[in-house]
């Protein structure tokens, strides 16, 4: 009986001992998905000092981006759209470089890029998220996910055209947008401040946004609005301007689309702000569809409708938005 009780007191101490070896090997080997694919690969994510370190060209190049190694100076570059990011290997610091800020940024990082096992090995979150996708961990598995929510990301990919012209101009506004080329920076000759869009019949995911001096043309893609095209227009009647191509300084690609256009105008200064919606048919005429001016807050103008489509429009788009269900929030 004694040694019955002693051998199951040594097995349980095995099965014990195996559970917080397997624990152990779990936390040893993390599990990482990125947009809600889990990532295999010969090069697993590694933890030390608590930070999740990952292969750097895996987890690039499945965000899209590319990477650059340059053996004498022992440095590895990351690019994605035109945001390069630099590191040295087992320095703690990193330069970011992004399209129209001043200077570079030096940003400190949790843990050094380091060599594993001949792989370059940096910190998951430093990474991700200065490619603007945030992370999530639990302990075993790391989760980069859309900086989109599910419910954004099925406005964009099957909403109303209405919600999804919305949240596109929100997502322009808010300083998402990334640039395919070097960035023309905007500016203004007066107080007054106006933004246009202009959204091709029937579309959300792409079409033009005027802003001061400068005309951008965007596409929705992999997350975020991308500058595709920019160039220089001056005071005056700027959409008239983009359909009769009277514009300098032009970089990226801008073929033409031979489509009507559904525009959606706001602007302001001091307490005022006016609003605007028009279409332009396809010999470039221009009908107004609504007008708003508020003054400290109350309507002193308004006729017409203020919408964000007109009602014969059916939703047909050109580029295509693809849910990738990494995003965490509902």
Known sequence: ???????????????????????????????????????????????????????IRVVTEMLGGKVTWNTPEQTVSLRKWTDTIQLTLDKQTAVINRPGESKPETRQLEAPARLVNGRIYVPLRFVSEAFGYPVDWDGTTARVK????????????????????????????????????????????SEYRETTFLFPEGEALR????????????????DFPVAVWQARVKEGDK??????????????????????FFTYTSGGWGDSFNEETGWIDPQGEYSQLGYKRLVGGEAETAHGTIAYAQTHEKRQETVKFNKTGGAGNP
């Open 1 to 55: 009986m004694k040694k019955w009780m002693a051998a199951s007191v040594v097995l349980a101490l095995l099965a014990a001992g195996g559970t917080n070896v397997h624990a152990a090997a779990q936390q040893a080997s993390p599990q990482l998905v990125i947009k809600g694919t889990p990532v295999k690969s010969d090069a697993a994510p590694v933890i030390k000092s608590g930070r999740v370190l990952v292969p």
């Open 146 to 189: 859309s900086p989109l929510s599910m419910k954004e990301q099925e406005i964009l990919a099957s909403g109303s055209l209405e919600d999804a012209r919305q949240l596109v101009k929100k997502q322009l506004l808010s300083g998402t947008v990334r640039y395919k080329h070097e960035a023309l920076v905007y500016s203004y000759e």
């Open 207 to 222: 079409g033009y946004m005027i802003q001061g001096d400068t005309i951008m043309r965007f596409e929705f893609k992999e």
């Open 239 to 260: 959409t008239t301007s983009i359909l009769q191509g009277h514009w300098t300084k032009a970089i990226g690609e801008n073929p033409s689309i031979k489509k009507a």
